[in-house]
């Protein structure tokens, strides 16, 4: 069992230019979340992902938006990037329904130049 | 809004010491995760706790959950080098696996 797999590991941009990260589940989850952590800081929610369709969201900005496949890997794209989004971004796949915990991937580094 | 703080931000303790992070929130939840983070790298889950009272063990942590005073504690005993990391504590809401993250507690073990 793979895990939880991001792609890249690390990529850097330019300010407003468009980036799209990319979550391969845990084998059998069927969930997607999404979460900012800046330097230093805890994670934030960004939004969650359950049957192709966006279930959940965060405080962010439009210019974040996700997709969901049939697969149940996901995509997060950020748009007119900010020198502020720059962070680890981290995948957590889950159950929707049964009490499980969150598995997290090793996250995709973003730096905005 | 949901707040999660964690107290102490910065935690250095010698080797084979004890000590206590807390973990403070300001809603009504019975579900706390305990997560490990060390640098660059991903978030290691810890301990699931799902319900008032709820106090879990593994090596040299223990986690416990007061529901009621919306408080957990990771408590560390006979610190070691190896446990140097930073350490963040989670609310979820409803089942949804929506957590909502604490700042986050840098312990440095000292030899």
């Known amino acids: 069992d793979a895990g939880v797999t991001q792609s890249p590991t690390h990529l850097i941009k330019t300010r407003g230019q468009q980036v799209t990260l990319r979550c391969s589940p845990k084998?059998?989850?069927?969930?997607v979340s999404w979460y900012q952590q800046a330097l230093g800081q805890g994670p934030q929610f960004i939004f969650q992902?359950?049957?192709?369709?966006?279930?959940q969201r965060g405080n962010f900005p439009d210019r974040f938006s996700g997709h969901q496949f049939p697969n149940y890997s996901s995509e997060l794209n950020v748009n007119a990037l900010l020198l502020g989004d720059s962070a680890l971004y981290l995948c957590?796949?889950?159950?929707?329904?049964?009490?499980?915990?969150?598995?997290f991937g090793q996250g995709s580094t973003l730096t905005v130049v | 809004e949901l707040k999660v703080e964690q107290n102490p931000l910065f935690l250095s303790m010698q080797e084979g010491k004890n000590y206590t992070i807390y973990c403070n929130y300001s809603?009504?939840?019975?579900?706390l995760y305990w997560y490990r983070q060390d640098p660059g790298k991903s978030l290691e889950s810890l301990f699931v706790?799902?319900?008032?009272?709820a106090v879990k063990q593994e090596g040299r942590l223990m986690a416990s959950l007061d529901t009621k005073a919306r408080l957990s504690t990771l408590h560390i005993t006979a610190a070691v080098h190896d446990l140097s990391a930073t350490y963040f504590c989670?609310?979820?809401?409803?089942?949804?696996?929506?957590?909502?993250f604490g700042t986050g507690t840098s312990l440095t073990v000292i030899p």
């Open positions: 706790l799902l319900s008032n009272g």
């Open positions: 957590a796949s889950s159950l929707v329904f049964i009490t499980t915990e969150a598995f």
């Open positions: 084998s059998g989850h069927d969930t």
């Open positions: 989670a609310v979820e809401l409803d089942t949804g696996n929506q957590f909502y």
């Open positions: 992902y359950y049957e192709e369709e966006e279930r």
């Open positions: 809603t009504t939840s019975d579900r």
